[in-house]
């Protein structure tokens, strides 16, 4: 997790790390004032998917319900329990928590379950109709790889709104493009 690669490097275990974000300023920071050189380079860019159970009616998030749920105010329409996310402080939690707090939402822990790896959350989101998970967009992605197509055979991708107007769209590149 992104945690456990930010331990590694703070406590001198490795001297390069691949991540899917820069360093923030504070981080930057403290490992400059150690001597560190700190270099980022931009390799790709990605997505952040969310899955319901095929039995779960809801076939779109706003971002407002995505507030909703992650600070408690309500439970979106009832059709979520839990926000599901692979590892402790990983990189879908910490960008969905990023995004969100920009637009002032506070996240509450009470409603969200972490899960050791992105297979987990799918294999949860298999028993469990009533949470949504949180995953990198490139697990499922390919449609011809047999383990996603059987994922996607029970789950299924939520459209999400755009954060620049109104409109849904699936987390897919050609729907992002």
């Known amino acids: 997790s992104e945690i456990e690669i930010l331990k590694a490097v703070n406590d001198g ?4 790390c691949v991540m899917h974000r820069n360093f923030d300023t504070l981080e930057k920071s403290a490992l400059e004032n150690r001597d560190f050189k700190v270099r980022s380079i931009k390799i790709g860019t990605t997505s952040t ?6 039995q ?3 076939a779109e ?3 407002q319900d995505l507030g909703k749920i992650l600070s408690m105010e309500n439970s979106s329409g009832d059709y979520f329990k839990q926000v599901i996310f692979d590892k402790a402080g990983g990189a879908n939690f910490r960008q ?3 995004f969100l707090g920009k637009r002032n939402v506070k996240i509450k822990t009470a409603g969200i379950r972490s899960l050791p790896s992105p297979e987990s959350v799918l294999r949860w ?3 469990n109709k ?3 998970g949180v995953v990198n967009v490139n697990l499922i992605a390919d449609r011809s790889d047999s383990s996603a197509s059987r994922w996607l055979n029970n789950l299924r991708v939520l459209k999400v709104q755009s954060h620049t107007d109104s409109s849904f769209a699936y987390p897919f590149q050609s729907q992002i493009a």
């Open 49 to 54: 998917a969310f899955l319901v159970n095929k």
């Open 96 to 98: 969905v928590s990023d």
């Open 56 to 58: 779960n009616p809801v």
């Open 130 to 132: 009533d949470d949504v």
């Open 13 to 16: 275990k490795c001297r390069a």
């Open 125 to 127: 989101l298999d028993l």
């Open 61 to 63: 998030i706003s971002l």
